[in-house]
């Protein structure tokens, strides 16, 4: 079965640095996603990333997918107190399997 | 608008007992997912489901059952509820057309005394 592992585990960064998260698969990304999480509320879709190469930007948010490493990045630029929150990253397997398999996630704390 | 919504979004209940988690979506997908979240596990999951009258186990399927009777409704049941099954649930939905994203409830907080 396939296993995401994301690092770091958890980061605290003050406001206004960058920071860099990743996540690592132990079988081939078909596709990759990344959801953000706020303490006792439900995960919010942020990007997916099918192709190798591929790389997205949501305001200061930017995702990477390096196919070849079986990994994805997700940085964010000049962080603010609002991108603070769990970051799960999770990954079709490929054929006709519908489900996603999750990392455990990198837990944010950004002060201001 | 479409959405997905849990009920309820916080139950607390005794071992043994038989209890039944909500989940609803007007999306019309195909797809429905049910997910616990616990601390150092991630998300893991439980059950699913690719249509109407079509269900499946997922890693974590022991002492939980689902079915799916129509489009918009996956409900989750712990037939006898046990500690060990105090968690954060949550139900996701996707179109089911092809690779696509998973759309999550708001989740719903359970636990077992």
């Known amino acids: 079965s396939q296993e995401l592992e994301q690092s770091p585990q958890s980061l605290i960064v003050q406001e206004g640095k960058n920071l860099t998260i990743n996540c690592t698969s132990s079988?081939?990304?078909?596709?990759l996603y990344w959801y953000k999480q706020k303490y006792g509320e439900g995960l919010i879709f942020l990007m997916m990333?099918?192709?190798?190469?591929e790389e997205k930007s949501h305001e200061k948010i930017t995702a990477k997918l390096d196919e070849k490493k079986q990994q994805s990045s997700l940085h964010i630029t000049a962080s603010q107190p609002s991108h603070a929150g769990i970051y799960l990253c999770?990954?079709?397997?490929?054929?006709?399997?519908?489900?996603?398999?999750f990392g455990k996630g990198t837990l944010l704390t950004v002060n201001p | 608008d479409a959405e997905i919504t849990q009920s309820p979004r916080h139950k607390i209940t005794e071992t043994g007992r038989q209890v039944t988690l909500a989940c609803h979506q007007t999306?019309?997908?195909?797809?429905m997912f049910w997910y616990r979240q616990d601390l150092g596990h991630g998300l893991r999951l439980i059950h699913y489901?690719?249509?109407?009258?079509?269900?499946n186990k997922g890693e974590v399927s022991d002492g939980y059952s689902v079915s799916r009777s129509n489009t918009e409704d996956l409900p989750l049941t712990l037939e006898s509820a046990a500690s060990s099954q105090t968690s954060v649930y949550f139900c996701?939905?996707?179109?089911?057309?092809?690779?696509?994203?998973?759309?999550f409830g708001p989740g719903t907080r359970l636990t077992v005394l």
């Open positions: 996701a939905s996707s179109p089911g057309l092809s690779i696509d994203t998973q759309y």
């Open positions: 079988k081939t990304l078909y596709g």
């Open positions: 990333l099918q192709k190798g190469g």
């Open positions: 999770g990954a079709y397997s490929g054929g006709s399997n519908y489900k996603l398999t």
């Open positions: 999306w019309n997908h195909n797809n």
């Open positions: 489901s690719y249509g109407v009258q079509d269900t």
